[in-house]
């Protein structure tokens, strides 16, 4: 059995954060407290704000004004997250398995193995094959798995139920849950339901 990474203490704080693009402010005067074992789903309209959000909580966009800081994370431990955008980063002539290699190397190994975090994701069985050759929603399963091979604290996903089938839904509703019972933290901007007790949600733009 895998054994679970279990993570210290840890708090985000969000002070007074605005954030937009280009000359467009899309929030204001956002804070924000959450812990360990918590979760937080974005919801909102399209073009509400939600992946820029998320970008700038990534450290991937400049805030415009106010702070972010992570408490409780020691940097020696590497980074305290990990990005899922809308984009799977999945190459042509790069198979399943060296995909997820390739990251788990990149980001740094966790006790969880490749072939472990396939087959969690319901991918055991394609992990020979170019993952160019992956279905949409196989892609996006590819993409989750670079969450488990790479332990981090703090998930910041992008629609990461995007292309997913109703089995797909559950599944990162599970990987979730399982992050948040190891003491993680998780931020989602989403549009479909997903059912995550601990989650609190937050809605840009007005009601979705
Ligand atoms: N690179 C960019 N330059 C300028 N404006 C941008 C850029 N990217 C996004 N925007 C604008 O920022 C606004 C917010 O976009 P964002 O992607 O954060 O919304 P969202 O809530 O995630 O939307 P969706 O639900 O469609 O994913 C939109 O009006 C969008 O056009």
């Known amino acids: 059995m895998t054994q679970r990474q279990v993570f210290p203490q840890l708090r ?21 407290a ?12 399209n073009g509400s704000g939600k992946s ?3 970008l700038t909580l990534a450290g ?10 992570f408490e409780g994370h020691d940097e020696e431990n590497g980074p305290a997250l990990h990005y899922c955008g809308h ?3 999945v190459r ?6 060296e995909t997820l290699n390739f990251w788990r190397a990149l980001n740094g190994a966790g006790t969880m193995e490749p072939e472990a975090a396939l087959e969690r994701v ?20 590819l993409a989750l798995a670079r969450l488990l091979v790479s332990p981090r604290p703090l998930w910041l996903l992008d629609e990461p139920t995007a292309a997913l089938d109703s089995e797909g839904h559950a599944l990162v509703a599970a990987l979730v849950i399982e992050h948040l019972a190891s003491g993680g933290l998780a931020i ?3 549009h479909d339901p997903l059912d995550i007790a601990a989650a609190e949600t937050l809605t840009l733009g007005g009601p979705a």
């Open 87 to 89: 984009r799977n980063a």
């Open 188 to 190: 989602i901007a989403t």
């Open 34 to 45: 959450l812990d360990g074992g918590h979760a937080l789903l974005l919801r909102g309209p």
């Open 12 to 32: 985000l704080n969000v002070h007074g954060l605005s954030c937009g693009r280009g000359d467009a402010v899309l929030l204001e005067g956002l804070d924000l």
């Open 60 to 69: 991937l966009l400049r805030p415009l004004e106010g702070t972010i800081t």
């Open 52 to 54: 820029t959000l998320l």
């Open 122 to 141: 319901g991918l055991g069985r394609a992990a020979l094959l170019d993952a160019a050759y992956l279905s949409a929603g196989q892609q996006r399963r």
């Open 92 to 97: 042509a002539r790069l198979g399943v398995l």
